[in-house]
């Protein structure tokens, strides 16, 4: 997709590339998932030090304001290294300074977007809650009430992604119940999660392990006023750009990830010998490599569209939606191949191929389940609402 | 991908896609189909007549001399109510257009483009024999042998699309035994079907049955030596664009059957009802249909790609061989949900989903099948030759 | 699966097998098929003089009473030459022998039974119309009203299969409108198409042309009462052995028709040349014979599990719900396969891949969609109903 | 697939299931598995002591002379809870049991048989080197000299499971280069890894964790000479029982798993709420519960038939061989939707899903690929060897 690239983003691909060979090569990114919840702050502070934490923030806040092309190479050139360990970055990037960016106060603006942008600060999200994954607005229990000076906040929220060693949770709440549709009554919060009444409780997910990820218990958590982002009751309708933006992310991720499955499984059958040859020499394993490459290559096209659409302002619900269901799902089946084609090592966690399976799996059913993706594609093609 | 397209291209695909609405709606195209091997003239007079058959051939030679993107979107636009019986106007224009305006000499740009810019002309391939589709040198056993004025050709041809209504028969044939290499040695020749010698047998397809197929016996027919076309015994060596140049229309057919698909399975399941409900409510029916626009999305990626790196003079070679494995699968996937979520009605010869299906299939092998692509993407890689 | 069949069933295929290759080789079978509606009876009647059409139908009434495991070898030793045509024996089989033999009459089984044991009738069904193939019940507007000495029907049928030649139509029409469930107040008849009222028009389905289908016209058609099958307005409730019965029968089906795909896949690819060696010798086309016969095998366990349960007496809704969806399945996935190892041939009406390519498809919706099925298998399992 | 079972068989099973689900429940298979390597030898002893290790070891020597249906049906159920971590019994049984109870001497089997019977005892195998999993003997560089009163081994053996609390390993060494054919020329023995010049290093691969798999390094290793099991140099034509054992026990494992999937996902989507209803109410949701069950189905008519075949001494080559590429390949399946309709919750290392689909997916390449299996299916059809 060179061709949608400008020269500038060209630059900013090849300079982020060696950046990434130079810095944090897969086995630094390995070592840093399998360590567990002990978040990698090295990792992040390389980041910073090479300015990429700037890269969504605004110029006019200390940023790069890069355009999502820019933020979707970036997320792929990560991703081809770190996989799913990309929102070291991206969680920051599309709950901080996309979220703050775009319907943030001025003062919100001030006094987060220029740290974002230094990597002096981590922002992730509390949408989630313990009843339901797809069905947010359903499941969802917590409340703020207001109070003199700010809110009250109660509930419990899942799936908080380095909740640990975040400075804020952007944090979805009920502020009124007494709505005739459950998107509307619902306030966006910037939460410190080393207030009062806030306590985590580690979760254990398959992948992304080095992340971190929480179950937050909120009792009687008080959140003052200016920490509310844009307009109370509100929240649902102002999060689309907030969640295309983390859609094109996934896309980056998924290509990202792609990139290193292909070139793991390439160097692998080149090299390794089986019954007197080179195992790339068999067609069958040439089939496999060769369709890891055709899913790159689609997701890439897909990735590529959907950012390029963002960018020119134009409609993009079916090149995010229909895209991550794409992206995930070749993402997933590439990784498959790659461990079908290195078979035992592919499997030992020495390598990175089981990593790449681990966190591409994670993708077919979030941010958003690929079933709910497809009722949504469904019904923007005209269909009736079936779920 | 409307950013790819410039203003004339728009105006182009949104007359053509009236002209087709009006002139060769689906029933048309359907009963076209039906008919068998008698190929419909009148189909092809009317794209004559609307100047369709113009657009490969370059402006000198009184043609549009449109460039790949136009193509595409011609064999898409044709191919949405056609079908795979696109080929009434791309066989002539990819084996004709094409071959004579690259490697043609003057005398026959200025004898066959016109005519064929007009619609007073046919052209088909013959390359295939009985003894092998994919190793089309190695199954070759058709020879033509020089003798004063012009040469002898004795062999046999298998698959020649319309082979009984075309003008002229784009042939390869072995002009020299003594080489190295099979791909050396061999000549491309303007075979006149009604010579002395030539006889045709109709094959029997499971698609495009409108077009007419054939086997061609050729007992010492004489053709003279201003048909040879391009450099003797270099054929193998110029014919990448033609067969680039039919990939591309392939991409574009796929696309647009897959267009077919989508709007018919669309209206179908919003029409008819089940359970008290449309067919089109319920979740599982709801899940094809959105793969088949996933599948309509891929797929046009994948062939807008293809044309304008050809445009723009960029290595095609990964865009169309994975472009046609990726876009022959989608289709022929496509319209299997398709047929899916119609039943008897998509089984039936009286729409055209049956139709679709059966083409897409043919896709899948031809012009080359899918899995001797895979085997050259697997060497485009790097990995050694599996065949 | 020889262990589930005793010395008899061995003999009976063994013989059954002989006589097909004998009497009705792929050839015959595919020159039947290619003829159109206009029915083989020459077929018909060579599976009468071999006793053939006996084989469900009870000892008492001149059949062989063969069990269920015997129906299946026989549709599927039928099946593996004749494909889909296997119901010029199956559909009389089931819709006749089986039902009449189960819930008809002492007179309807001495008139009809010994009949259709001879060879001297054929019967078919009615029970789809228009507005609907899987919701039967819901799009059924056939009525059958009450008069002196019969019953006059009005309606329109779908999909009757051989109506042209068949004797007997077994036909659903509800009697009772004022019924709490729609299951209530449908009654079975047995119309003959000869009677004064009926008119058929031929229907053009893509597979099992041979066989012809019709759309069928009801106009005030009496029906005697003799000619009622089981209680009135309990046709719903009686109807399952019947379904089951076909159910096996199509297991069977399947399963011959991928023993068909196995042998010509086979043959072909043992045969056949490319680049200096066999096409059975490239790992490619190797791993897609090996998927067919892997797709031949899981069906045939199915099918053999399914006709074993039945002649236990043990509940098979689950196996012949289930094996349906496997089998039709495996059997469209195993004649996709042959054809791309067949590439143009396997396309060609000249070969009977297309064949069984064709009748296959038809099994994934037919006679239940496996949508449908699948709503079945998850309300067996105990979810709820989703339709 | 009960009518296969006799009383004694059905009694074993519901046994052994009792013992299951109060001895070895999932949350205590789960534990076990993600201790990591610290074996756990508690599960092992309960399965001692409730008799379960005696099953195949042959009765004059302390066991239960169990039939392969009877191991195939404590694969199973043990599998349900433990998943991959069957091979606690399993790797004892079939490398020890059967290995020896076939060709090991008289001296041999009084030794070990009834000490694996009681439990006393753990087996396990060094095949696979570091240089090739699929082409065992063509990787292989291991030797054993004859020496005085022995043999001395040198080389390098990995994914020995669970080497670090074996008492023995079933050790494949050459022992005679000069050889025509590499299957030539090996020999087993019966290695104590407490030998002097053994060193194991602990592997990591992403399941069956809790069994410790290693690299062992043998350096001049004496192993007296009463430790050759079976004739020297005739290993790999001794191996096939061994092998088609292990292939059963897979083939269970897998069924067994799927059992697991099966009732953890019903659970789930039964109970499970989103968007006012239950999860499984979703049609999408039960198409995805429905073809686990049919996966499951298929996998245990697979599996049976194959335990079948071998306890009536029928050829089980293509039952053992087809059998696990089905079985690995349905798991697989079964499992990854098994995460996709429990979303987080199935990738939660705190759930049992995630745990089936690593270890499932470890079944489709180990402990052969099922590319390689693919070949010799082919190569057993007839085609030629292609690797």
Not at 82 to 88: F, P, R, S, Y
Not at 102 to 121: H, N, S, W
Request: glycine residues 10%; contains cysteine.
């Amino acid at each position: 997709m060179e061709h949608l690239l400008s020269p500038e983003h060209r630059a900013f691909r090849d300079e982020l590339r060696s950046f990434v060979e130079r810095e944090i090569p897969k086995n630094v990114a390995r070592a840093a998932e399998a360590a567990g919840p002990d978040y990698p702050l090295h990792l992040f502070d390389k980041l910073a030090r090479a300015g990429y934490h700037a890269t969504a923030v605004p110029t006019e806040y200390g940023g790069h304001g890069a355009d999502m092309l820019t933020q979707l190479i970036q997320a792929r050139e990560l991703a081809r290294s770190l996989a799913g360990m990309v929102w070291i970055w991206g969680m920051t990037s599309f709950a901080g300074a996309n979220s703050i960016g775009l319907y943030g106060t001025e003062a919100q603006k001030r006094e987060f977007l220029p740290r974002i942008a230094r990597g002096d600060m981590r922002v992730t999200i509390g949408f989630t809650e313990p009843g339901g994954g797809t069905d947010v607005l359903g499941a969802m229990t917590t409340t703020a009430q207001k109070v003199s000076g700010g809110w009250v906040v109660n509930g419990v929220k899942k799936w908080c992604t380095s909740a640990h060693v975040s400075d804020r949770i952007l944090l979805l709440a009920r502020t009124d119940k007494d709505v005739q549709r459950k998107s509307d009554g619902v306030t966006l919060f910037l939460l410190d999660p080393k207030s009062e009444g806030v306590s985590l409780e580690a979760l254990s997910p398959l992948g992304m392990r080095g992340l971190g990820t929480f179950l937050m218990e909120l009792r009687d958590v008080f959140v003052p006023d200016d920490m509310v982002v844009g307009e109370p009751g509100r929240a649902w309708r102002m999060l689309l750009p907030t969640l295309t933006n983390e859609r094109v992310l996934v896309l980056g991720t998924c290509t990202g990830i792609l990139d290193g499955v292909l070139e793991d499984a390439l160097a692998y059958v080149s090299t390794r010998e089986a019954f007197g040859r080179r195992l790339g020499d068999l067609q069958a394993v040439q089939h496999h490599v060769a369709n890891i490459a055709i899913a790159q290559y689609q997701t890439e096209l897909i990735a590529y569209e959907a950012a390029r659409r963002a960018d020119a302002g134009e409609d993009t619900f079916m090149a995010v939606t229909m895209g991550k269901i794409i992206a995930s799902e070749h993402a997933a089946a590439g990784a498959d191949l790659g461990i079908q084609v290195m078979g035992g090592q592919g499997y030992s966690t020495e390598t990175d191929m089981q990593r790449y399976w681990r966190d591409a799996r994670l993708m077919r059913f979030s941010p958003v389940n690929n079933e709910m993706a497809r009722n949504l594609v469904a019904e923007r093609l005209g269909l009736a609402r079936s779920f």
